[in-house]
């Protein structure tokens, strides 16, 4: 960015701070974890740093543990405000959550700057990205020091009594849901709807359709809110995939229309209500590269506890009109709502990978002109289809078939394919040697 050009985005970005009479900033980026990690400034300390502003680059070489797995250097690295992602963060006055992204030598590993490649790839192409994501999680009676002192057995559940869309947990627990609601539209998050999902404590927040980026966005900036929203009433909010026995398995699915770029027209809709040829296309590159890349939509030991035979999560790439055991369940309509469902990224995916993934398989499919494949409409989430490839059944093969895939660094590059690979391959081996409670019961005096 030349200087002439800083000055003008300086200058927008204090006019947008004075309009909306913002005292307070949190300013930062969101890591492999989907973790939104910032600093907090006030408006002039906001404003100064601006002028020449820096962000660690140790945020895509560590992992949930913060342990790094990646050598250094290890510096702060120029990054670029995107005035355009400012929304209001509800836990204080006058304060705003503001995303900078890196533009030097972290740009090609960052999760944001993977997605925005895919939509720029998508914009040259004529379309448009509109998205919108589904995130389940479960409440827990619990607060972070209860948890611990438990030893993380026994945890209270929060309406234990729930039963999937229950009208009953609608209205007996009518105040949480509103105030809940409140909570996520209070970040600017654009909420469809809120409700009971199945099991004990378990709730879904179905987004609204936005463009692509401010779709993931949305998506991370939710589960902060939400985990907020609990500890602030003493509970706590869980987005694990798979917490255990007795409690079903956590999605985070992804809904995606591309647009005609100059009409706005929704280029997956059809005047015959079934699902048309370029989006059985962008099924086939999903078909093709998902298998290859799958931890970019499962990058946690625990995502692949979800997969276990017998769970609801469909095991390989299969996709029908309408089906919920299926990888992508189409949705065809002769109008705007037509569009495709990735049903299998977990509920703690990063958001911007997950949405980068289904948008960089489907045009790949798109511009290859791929095959159509057929749909399974009849499949158990646990069948696989003759030629269909099964997705890795954890975290160590998820990465090492994504380092191997010459596809997945044609698509995002080598850069983030090493890196992300790695990430992963560390946080497989950091579990590798644990031993469960059921598995130690299991097998200690067998």
Known sequence: ?????????????????????????????????????????????????????????????????????????????????????????????????????????????????????????????????????EVEMIFLAETAQSMRDADYRGLRQFVPDNKCWSGQTAAQEAMFVAELDDAIRASDINLFTVGGEMGPGCFEATLGATDGLRAADDAAVLRQTVRAFARQRDMTALFMPYVGTGYPGLGGHINLSLVDRSTGRNLFSDPAGTTNLLARRFIAGMSRVVPDAFAMCA???????????????????????????????????DSDNARLEF???????????????????????????????????????????????????????????????????????????????????????SLARAVSRDEFARYAEG
């Open 1 to 133: 960015m030349s200087t002439a050009e800083q000055t003008l985005s300086l200058a927008a970005i204090e006019q947008r701070l004075d309009a909306e009479a913002i005292r307070i900033i949190h300013v930062g980026q969101f890591d492999y974890a989907g973790m939104f990690r910032s600093r907090r400034m006030d408006k002039a300390a906001f404003l100064n740093w601006a002028r020449a502003p820096r962000f660690s680059n140790t945020l895509s070489k560590w992992n949930y543990a913060e342990s790094l797995h990646a050598g250094g250097p290890y510096l702060t690295e120029r990054v670029a405000i995107d005035i355009d992602s400012l929304r209001r963060f509800p836990f204080e006055a006058n304060a705003v959550l503001v995303i900078a992204d890196h533009c030097g030598a972290s740009a090609n590993v960052t999760p944001r700057s993977v997605l925005k490649a895919q939509l720029k790839r998508a914009a040259d192409l004529g379309f448009d990205v509109r998205a919108a994501f």
């Open 343 to 429: 049903r299998v990224p977990a509920a703690d995916c990063n958001t911007h990978l997950a949405l980068a993934l289904m948008i960089g398989a489907g045009l790949e499919g798109i511009e290859s002109e791929l095959g159509v494949t057929d749909p399974s409409p009849d499949l158990g989430p646990d069948e696989i289809p003759a030629g269909a490839s099964r997705f890795p059944s954890n975290l160590g093969s998820a990465a090492e078939t994504l380092r191997a895939s010459g596809l997945a660094r044609k698509l995002f590059g080598d850069p983030f394919i090493d890196n992300f690979a790695d990430a992963c391959a560390s946080e497989h081996a």
């Open 299 to 333: 990058q946690s030991v625990n995502a692949y506890r979800r997969l276990a035979p017998g769970s609801w999560a469909p095991k390989s790439l299969t996709w029908a009109e309408w089906t919920f055991t299926t990888a992508i369940r189409s949705v065809p309509d």
